[in-house]
């Protein structure tokens, strides 16, 4: 709910493919459970925000974290997908990326 | 599964004074939107797919407010059981 706060570089910029790091760390993650572990590209950085899965238990989220938003092919996300060149976009904080 | 029903419905009573009373408790404070998901991600696994949406937010409401000590479960179920006998269903 809190604003966009620019404190920092962002480390990805629009267009960098990136790999969701497959993690099931317990708690609430805001990352879906079918998008870990998948590679995508960077289509937008929104700026950065408090972290929900601190916010979720009551904490400041801070500082807060760069969030962007991520394409993927439907047919690198889900076996046997029916139709060429869908996407599916999902909104991924920075710590859950690391460069493909 | 099945096949998903798309056809539109109005929200009952129950549900918009549970959207009501969610907002509230946003706006005065008590909880943020990633404390009010938590608390319906914490609910027993084998309760959460029983229950419809709102149905879930109710069960969230009830923990966060007894987690932050604005209720306790005594209340809630001292309530209800009083409900239930005025109006004669759960």
Redesign the interface.
Known sequence: MGGAMSTRVPRFKPGDRVHVRFAEPPGHIRTPHYIRGKTGTVERYYGDFPNPEELAYGKDGLPPRPLYLVGFSQRDVWQEYPVAGDKVYVDIYEHWLEPA | MGPIDRTPHDLSDWEILTDAISTAIGRKGI?????H??AR?DMDPALYPALGYYERWVVGNEAILCEKGYLTREEIDRKMAELEERWGEP
């Open positions: 909880r943020t939107t990633d404390e998901r938590r991600e």
